[in-house]
C-alpha cells in the first residue's frame, strides 16, 4: 500500500513538472494568443488553422525548402505514439509549440523545436467505437485565444489550456442515446468554436453547431435535413422551409443523415461559413425518401453566419444521393480570374467524381467537370446539376448498379492543396467501383441502415453469401469498365480549375494516397500507403525526394519556420476506413509524428517485422444456412472495420483484426467475452451485446471459421 502511493506521488510531481516545462515553452516562445487577426493574415511561419489559414489552401509561403535542396531534407526529429488505429491529423504550430491529435480524440503538444513532449490529454472515448461507422480517428484541433479545442468522438466538444493541456470547459454536442461521433477538427471564428458530427451510415440527423469559446454554451444549431415535424426551434428552421419540399412525403425515418463531419471554410470578407454535408440515412434514396426529390441539404455545400448560424446559401452536388457521394471533403477559397474578373471562388473536388469553381459570396455555379473516370452521370448541365445515368438509381430500377466512383469517391477526406503559385489544385484523387443492390429491409436493421445489401459490396472485393457462389462478372450491362471486382487506384492529380483539365498525374505505388502540401519552393509533399513520404516537383509530377515513413500515411503535412529554419511535420500511421484493406498489410506500421529539416539527421529505429498470425481455424460444423446468416450480420455490423470477406488489413490496436486470424474463433465463450460483452473494450472493441443474440454471434463466428477455412485450402 506504501509503494503504491509513494507511486501515485511521484506520478503527480511528474506530471506537474511537465505541466511547468509546458509552460515554460509556452511562455518563452511568447505564448500570444491566437486571434482573428492572427489566423485572417495568417504568418508564413506558423500553422495556426487546420488548413493553415481560414481559406484552408494548404499552402506554404515558405521557401527555404526547394526543388533546388530537397534532396538533402532530413529528419530532425520524431516521436513514436505506439501501436493506433490510424493518424489523419494535420499539425498545428503556434508560438514554437506543435499541437496534434491521434484517434480516439487524444490531443498531445511538443517542442517545435527539439520534438520534446511538453503535454498530452486522453478523454477516454474507446467505448464509443462502436457507434462510429469507419473507426476513431481525429483530424485535428484548433487554437484560438489560449485554448486548444478538440471534438472528442463520443460528442464532447473539450477546450484545454495550450500551456497545460488541462480541461478549461467540456460540453456534450448531441444525446447520448444517438450513435453521432465527432472525427473532425474545429474551427473557430470570431470566437465561437464550430463543430460537425457523423454516423449517417448509423441512423442519425446531421447537424453543424456553434458554441462559446469562453465558455462552451452553444450560441447557435443548424440541422442539415428537415426532421419528422416542422418546427426544431433552432437557427435552421428558415432553412428546412426550403428543404422539407424535397422530401416528398416528409421524412418518415426522422434521421435522414447529412452528417457534416469534415469539410469547413472562412472568408472573412464576406463573413460567410461554409460547410460539406454528408451523405443520406439510409445511403439508398428510394428506402430513405420514397416520394423521391432532391433531399436537401445532402452532398451540398452550404453558406451561414459564422455568429448566428443563419443561413445564406446552398449548392447541392448530389441531388437525391444514393452512393454515398457526400460533400464534406476539403473545401478551398481563391480568387481566381475568369473571363477578365477577378472572382471570389469556392474550388470543391467531392466524392461524386466532379470538380466545381463556385461564386462563393452567392453560391452560383461557374463551371464544372469529372476529375475522374464516372459512370453514374455525363456531366453537369448549365446550373451545375449531374446528367444523370438513370441505371445508377439502383433503388428505384431494382437492377443492380455498380457504380464508379464507389463510396469511397474520387476524392475523399485526405485534404487536397491550392497553389496561387501555380494556379493548380492538387487532388489525392482515387478511382474504383462498388456493387449496388437494394435491398429495402437494410433501412432499419441493425446498426447500419443503408437501405441496400450490405453483402453485395465490399472494401476489396465482393461479399457474397457461401450459398451464393462468385458475383457476375458484370453486373450493369452495356456499362463499359463496370467489374464488381476492379481495384482502387490512387495518385496526385494537378487539376487546372480555370481550364478544367488535368496537368499532370503522380500514380502512387499502393491504392491510396495521404493528404496534400504546396509550397512557395515549387513542391508539393504527400504521403501513400506504400510507406513513403515524397516531395513533388509542382509544376511537372517529377519526384524530387522520398523518405521511407515505415507505415501508410494518410494525413496531411504542414509546414511552418523557426529561427530562420523551415520545417515540414507530418503524421504517420496506418488505419481508418483503409485498415480493413487485406491486401496492405505491409502498411502497418509505427504511428508516429516526424519532422523534417534541411541537413536533418535523426533516424528511425529498424521497423519491427509485421508478425502475420497463422490462419488455423477448427473444423466447421454448422449448416450452410448458419453460415450464410452469419455472413449477413457480419456485412452489416462488422464489415466496417473488419473487412469484406472477413480479410481485415491487422490483427490488434494498429488496425482492425483480420478475425480469420483471430485466436477469439477458436472457442464460442472467448469470441462472446469479445463480441457481446467488450473483453477488448480498451482497445476500441466495444460490446455488442445490445446488438446480437446468442444465435447471431454463433452464426458470426460460424461465417469466420467458414472464410478462415476456404483461404487456408487455397493457400
Same mark, same amino acid.
Given at each position: 500500500?506504501?509503494?503504491?502511493?509513494?507511486?501515485?506521488?511521484?506520478?503527480?510531481?511528474?506530471?506537474?513538472?511537465? #505541466?511547468?516545462?509546458?509552460?515554460?515553452?509556452?511562455?518563452?516562445?511568447?505564448?500570444?494568443? /491566437? $486571434?482573428?487577426?492572427?489566423?485572417?493574415?495568417?504568418?508564413?511561419?506558423?500553422?495556426?488553422?487546420?488548413?493553415?489559414?481560414?481559406?484552408?489552401?494548404?499552402?506554404?509561403?515558405?521557401?527555404?525548402?526547394?526543388?533546388?535542396?530537397?534532396?538533402?531534407?532530413?529528419?530532425?526529429?520524431?516521436?513514436?505514439?505506439?501501436?493506433?488505429?490510424?493518424?489523419?491529423?494535420?499539425?498545428?504550430?503556434?508560438?514554437?509549440?506543435?499541437?496534434?491529435?491521434?484517434?480516439?480524440?487524444?490531443?498531445?503538444?511538443?517542442?517545435?523545436?527539439?520534438?520534446?513532449?511538453?503535454?498530452?490529454?486522453?478523454?477516454?472515448?474507446? =467505448?464509443?467505437?462502436?457507434?462510429?461507422?469507419?473507426?476513431?480517428?481525429?483530424?485535428?484541433?484548433?487554437?484560438?485565444?489560449?485554448? /486548444?479545442? /478538440?471534438?472528442?468522438?463520443?460528442?464532447?466538444?473539450?477546450?484545454?489550456?495550450?500551456?497545460?493541456?488541462?480541461?478549461?470547459?467540456?460540453?456534450?454536442?448531441?444525446? &447520448?442515446?444517438?450513435?453521432?461521433?465527432?472525427?473532425?477538427?474545429?474551427?473557430?471564428?470570431?470566437?465561437?468554436?464550430?463543430?460537425?458530427?457523423?454516423?449517417?451510415?448509423?441512423? /442519425?440527423?446531421?447537424? %453543424?453547431?456553434?458554441?462559446?469559446?469562453?465558455?462552451? &454554451?452553444?450560441?447557435?444549431?443548424?440541422?442539415?435535413?428537415?426532421?419528422?415535424?416542422?418546427?426544431?426551434?433552432?437557427?435552421?428552421?428558415?432553412?428546412?422551409?426550403?428543404?422539407?419540399? $424535397?422530401? !416528398?412525403?416528409?421524412?418518415?425515418?426522422?434521421?435522414?443523415?447529412?452528417?457534416?463531419? +469534415?469539410?469547413?471554410? =472562412?472568408?472573412?470578407?464576406?463573413?460567410?461559413?461554409?460547410?460539406?454535408?454528408?451523405?443520406?440515412?439510409?445511403?439508398?434514396?428510394?428506402?430513405?425518401?420514397?416520394?423521391?426529390?432532391?433531399?436537401?441539404?445532402?452532398?451540398? %455545400?452550404?453558406?451561414?453566419?459564422?455568429?448566428?448560424?443563419?443561413?445564406?446559401?446552398?449548392?447541392?452536388?448530389?441531388?437525391?444521393?444514393?452512393?454515398?457521394?457526400?460533400?464534406?471533403?476539403?473545401?478551398?477559397?481563391?480568387?481566381?480570374?475568369?473571363?477578365?474578373?477577378?472572382?471570389?471562388?469556392?474550388?470543391?473536388? *467531392?466524392?461524386?467524381?466532379?470538380?466545381?469553381?463556385?461564386?462563393?459570396?452567392?453560391?452560383?455555379?461557374?463551371?464544372?467537370?469529372?476529375?475522374?473516370?464516372?459512370?453514374? #452521370?455525363?456531366?453537369?448541365?448549365?446550373?451545375?446539376?449531374?446528367?444523370?445515368?438513370? #441505371?445508377?438509381?439502383?433503388?428505384?430500377?431494382?437492377? *443492380?448498379?455498380?457504380?464508379?466512383?464507389?463510396?469511397?469517391?474520387?476524392?475523399?477526406?485526405?485534404?487536397?492543396?491550392?497553389?496561387? &503559385?501555380?494556379?493548380?489544385?492538387?487532388?489525392?484523387?482515387?478511382?474504383?467501383?462498388?456493387?449496388?443492390?437494394?435491398?429495402?429491409?437494410?433501412?432499419?436493421?441493425?446498426?447500419?441502415?443503408?437501405?441496400?445489401?450490405?453483402?453485395?459490396?465490399?472494401?476489396?472485393?465482393?461479399?457474397?453469401?457461401?450459398?451464393?457462389?462468385?458475383?457476375?462478372?458484370?453486373?450493369?450491362?452495356?456499362?463499359?469498365?463496370?467489374?464488381?471486382?476492379?481495384?482502387? @487506384?490512387?495518385?496526385?492529380?494537378?487539376?487546372?480549375?480555370?481550364?478544367?483539365?488535368?496537368?499532370?498525374?503522380?500514380?502512387?505505388?499502393?491504392?491510396?494516397?495521404?493528404?496534400?502540401?504546396?509550397?512557395?519552393?515549387?513542391?508539393?509533399?504527400?504521403?501513400?500507403?506504400?510507406?513513403?513520404?515524397?516531395?513533388?516537383?509542382?509544376?511537372?509530377?517529377?519526384?524530387?525526394?522520398?523518405?521511407?515513413?515505415?507505415?501508410? %500515411?494518410?494525413?496531411? !503535412?504542414?509546414? =511552418?519556420?523557426?529561427?530562420?529554419?523551415?520545417?515540414?511535420?507530418?503524421?504517420?500511421?496506418?488505419?481508418? $476506413?483503409?485498415?480493413?484493406?487485406?491486401?496492405?498489410?505491409?502498411?502497418?506500421? !509505427?504511428?508516429?509524428?516526424?519532422?523534417?529539416?534541411?541537413?536533418?539527421?535523426?533516424?528511425?529505429?529498424?521497423?519491427?517485422?509485421?508478425?502475420?498470425?497463422?490462419?488455423?481455424?477448427?473444423?466447421?460444423?454448422?449448416?450452410?444456412?448458419?453460415?450464410? &446468416?452469419?455472413?449477413?450480420?457480419? #456485412?452489416?455490423?462488422?464489415?466496417?472495420?473488419?473487412?469484406?470477406?472477413?480479410?481485415?488489413?491487422?490483427?490488434?490496436?494498429?488496425? *482492425?483484426? +483480420?478475425?480469420?486470424?483471430?485466436?477469439?474463433?477458436?472457442?464460442?465463450?472467448?469470441?462472446?467475452?469479445?463480441? @457481446?460483452?467488450?473483453?477488448?473494450?480498451?482497445?476500441?472493441?466495444?460490446?455488442?451485446?445490445?446488438?446480437?443474440?446468442?444465435?447471431?454471434?454463433?452464426?458470426?463466428?460460424?461465417?469466420?471459421?467458414?472464410?478462415?477455412?476456404?483461404?487456408? $485450402?487455397?493457400?
Amino acid at each position: 500500500m506504501r509503494a503504491s502511493r509513494i507511486g501515485k506521488r511521484l506520478a503527480l510531481a511528474l506530471a506537474a513538472v511537465m #505541466a511547468v516545462g509546458a509552460a515554460q515553452v509556452w511562455a518563452a516562445a511568447g505564448g500570444a494568443p /491566437v $486571434t482573428a487577426a492572427r489566423l485572417t493574415a495568417a504568418a508564413p511561419a506558423e500553422w495556426l488553422g487546420h488548413g493553415r489559414d481560414y481559406y484552408e489552401q494548404r499552402f506554404s509561403p515558405l521557401a527555404r525548402i526547394s526543388q533546388a535542396n530537397v534532396k538533402s531534407l532530413g529528419l530532425a526529429w520524431h516521436f513514436d505514439f505506439g501501436e493506433r488505429q490510424g493518424l489523419e491529423a494535420t499539425p498545428l504550430v503556434h508560438d514554437g509549440v506543435i499541437y496534434v491529435s491521434t484517434d480516439f480524440s487524444e490531443v498531445w503538444a511538443f517542442d517545435a523545436r527539439t520534438g520534446r513532449k511538453l503535454w498530452d490529454y486522453k478523454p477516454g472515448t474507446q =467505448y464509443w467505437q462502436i457507434n462510429t461507422c469507419c473507426s476513431p480517428i481525429n483530424r485535428g484541433v484548433a487554437l484560438w485565444g489560449d485554448k /486548444v479545442f /478538440v471534438g472528442a468522438l463520443d460528442g464532447r466538444l473539450i477546450a484545454l489550456n495550450a500551456k497545460t493541456g488541462k480541461v478549461v470547459w467540456s460540453t456534450q454536442t448531441f444525446p &447520448k442515446d444517438t450513435r453521432l461521433s465527432i472525427t473532425g477538427a474545429p474551427r473557430v471564428i470570431k470566437g465561437v468554436v464550430v463543430i460537425g458530427n457523423g454516423g449517417a451510415e448509423l441512423g /442519425v440527423r446531421g447537424f %453543424v453547431a456553434g458554441y462559446d469559446a469562453q465558455t462552451g &454554451k452553444q450560441k447557435w444549431k443548424f440541422y442539415t435535413v428537415p426532421g419528422k415535424s416542422g418546427d426544431d426551434g433552432q437557427v435552421s428552421d428558415a432553412a428546412m422551409k426550403i428543404a422539407r419540399p $424535397t422530401w !416528398p412525403g416528409g421524412n418518415p425515418s426522422g434521421f435522414g443523415g447529412g452528417t457534416p463531419w +469534415d469539410g469547413m471554410a =472562412y472568408d472573412p470578407e464576406l463573413d460567410l461559413l461554409y460547410v460539406g454535408v454528408g451523405n443520406g440515412s439510409p445511403w439508398n434514396a428510394a428506402v430513405r425518401s420514397p416520394g423521391g426529390g432532391d433531399n436537401l441539404f445532402l452532398g451540398s %455545400v452550404i453558406a451561414i453566419r459564422p455568429e448566428t448560424g443563419q443561413y445564406v446559401w446552398h449548392f447541392q452536388e448530389t441531388p437525391g444521393d444514393s452512393w454515398d457521394y457526400t460533400s464534406t471533403q476539403p473545401i478551398i477559397l481563391a480568387d481566381l480570374k475568369i473571363n477578365g474578373q477577378l472572382r471570389k471562388t469556392l474550388l470543391h473536388a *467531392p466524392k461524386n467524381g466532379f470538380f466545381y469553381v463556385l461564386d462563393r459570396a452567392t453560391g452560383r455555379f461557374i463551371q464544372g467537370k469529372n476529375y475522374g473516370p464516372m459512370n453514374w #452521370a455525363t456531366g453537369l448541365d448549365a446550373n451545375g446539376r449531374p446528367i444523370e445515368n438513370p #441505371a445508377a438509381r439502383y433503388g428505384d430500377t431494382k437492377k *443492380p448498379f455498380v457504380a464508379s466512383p464507389g463510396p469511397g469517391g474520387a476524392h475523399d477526406w485526405q485534404p487536397m492543396s491550392f497553389s496561387p &503559385k501555380t494556379g493548380l489544385v492538387y487532388i489525392p484523387a482515387t478511382e474504383s467501383n462498388y456493387l449496388y443492390i437494394d435491398d429495402p429491409t437494410e433501412g432499419g436493421a441493425g446498426p447500419t441502415r443503408l437501405g441496400y445489401n450490405t453483402g453485395s459490396g465490399a472494401f476489396s472485393a465482393v461479399t457474397r453469401l457461401p450459398s451464393q457462389g462468385p458475383a457476375p462478372a458484370n453486373i450493369n450491362e452495356g456499362v463499359a469498365g463496370a467489374d464488381a471486382a476492379t481495384p482502387r @487506384s490512387a495518385y496526385i492529380l494537378a487539376w487546372d480549375p480555370l481550364k478544367q483539365e488535368a496537368r499532370f498525374r503522380v500514380p502512387m505505388l499502393k491504392t491510396f494516397n495521404g493528404g496534400l502540401l504546396s509550397t512557395a519552393g515549387g513542391l508539393v509533399f504527400g504521403g501513400n500507403g506504400a510507406n513513403e513520404f515524397a516531395a513533388y516537383n509542382d509544376a511537372t509530377g517529377e519526384r524530387l525526394w522520398t523518405f521511407d515513413t515505415q507505415t501508410g %500515411v494518410l494525413a496531411g !503535412p504542414a509546414s =511552418y519556420e523557426l529561427d530562420g529554419v523551415q520545417y515540414v511535420a507530418l503524421m504517420a500511421g496506418w488505419g481508418g $476506413t483503409v485498415a480493413p484493406y487485406g491486401g496492405l498489410t505491409d502498411a502497418n506500421g !509505427p504511428a508516429r509524428l516526424m519532422v523534417f529539416k534541411l541537413g536533418g539527421r535523426d533516424k528511425l529505429p529498424p521497423k519491427p517485422p509485421y508478425q502475420r498470425p497463422p490462419i488455423n481455424p477448427p473444423a466447421q460444423t454448422v449448416s450452410i444456412a448458419e453460415i450464410d &446468416k452469419g455472413a449477413a450480420l457480419f #456485412a452489416r455490423n462488422c464489415q466496417r472495420c473488419h473487412g469484406g470477406n472477413a480479410i481485415g488489413g491487422g490483427l490488434g490496436p494498429t488496425g *482492425p483484426a +483480420d478475425l480469420r486470424r483471430s485466436p477469439f474463433i477458436q472457442a464460442q465463450a472467448a469470441f462472446d467475452q469479445v463480441v @457481446s460483452k467488450g473483453a477488448l473494450q480498451h482497445q476500441g472493441m466495444a460490446a455488442f451485446g445490445a446488438e446480437l443474440d446468442t444465435g447471431m454471434t454463433q452464426a458470426l463466428r460460424a461465417y469466420i471459421i467458414h472464410q478462415a477455412n476456404q483461404t487456408k $485450402t487455397i493457400n
